[in-house]
């Protein structure tokens, strides 16, 4: 699991600077320049120094490693959550690839929206691009959710069609063969998949697709 001492203290950087090129790995002045250009791009509040919504769909739910004052269960609509990112290092490894969660097109998806304080918003977005945006899987997008105190604006991570590790739409079967026999440094990727079902059945956020991937992982032959 990725903590937020790992993000920060470079251990998490470090793992993936020894898979020997297996993903690119942002610079520091990507990741500046990412930044920046996200919060440029932030409505008028957040810009103005306010409080910043964040949506997370996969591992931000169970494993945030941010800094929040408030947490929300809310929809996104207009994309779903899917396996559909290769992961050779982390959650799995060059002979065998992991499989981790992306926002795709298409559908709805409910998740947790994360409050940052105004004063915390440049050091809890260091957190996210460091984690996040480390390599070229996934693409910052400023989203409308709804939940229920009303709509609000919150930034996400999309999945990236153009990167070479993006997998498509995988059949479930096939997804949960690669899943099942994928490991790396950071866990199996099954403990990932049954971690995000598992905290997706504790907030009461119904995800059929999931679950399948969890039925296919046991009865597999």
């Known amino acids: 699991m990725k903590t937020r001492e790992d993000i920060l203290g470079g251990s998490f950087l470090r793992m993936l600077q020894d898979a020997n090129g297996l993903i690119p790995i942002s610079s520091e002045d990507d990741l500046r320049d990412g930044q920046a250009t996200a919060l440029a791009a932030a409505p008028a509040g957040v810009r103005a120094g306010g409080d910043a919504w964040v949506f997370g769909y996969g591992s931000l739910m169970w494993n945030p490693a941010i800094r929040y004052a408030e947490s929300r269960i809310a929809t996104l609509h207009g994309f779903h959550r899917r396996f559909c990112l290769w992961s050779p290092v982390g959650r799995g490894c060059a002979a065998h690839p992991g499989l981790v969660l992306g926002l795709a097109r298409g559908g709805s998806c ?46 996400t991570f999309t999945i990236n069609r153009a990167c070479p590790r993006y997998a498509g739409r995988l059949p479930d079967i096939d997804a949960a063969r690669a899943i099942a026999k994928a490991s790396g440094a950071l866990g199996s ?5 049954l971690s995000t079902v598992e905290h997706l059945d504790a907030l009461g956020i119904p995800d059929r697709r999931l679950h399948a991937l969890k039925r296919h992982l046991v009865e597999r032959p």
Do not use: C, Q
Not at 115 to 131: C, K, N, Q, T
Not at 189 to 193: G, V
């Open 189 to 193: 990727n099954t403990e990932y998949l």
């Open 110 to 155: 409910k998740g947790v929206a994360y409050r940052i304080e105004g004063p915390h918003v440049d050091e809890e977005f260091s957190v996210l691009w460091r984690r996040e945006m480390i390599s070229d899987g996934y693409i910052p997008r400023w989203v409308r959710l709804h939940t229920a105190e009303g709509a609000l604006s919150a930034l």
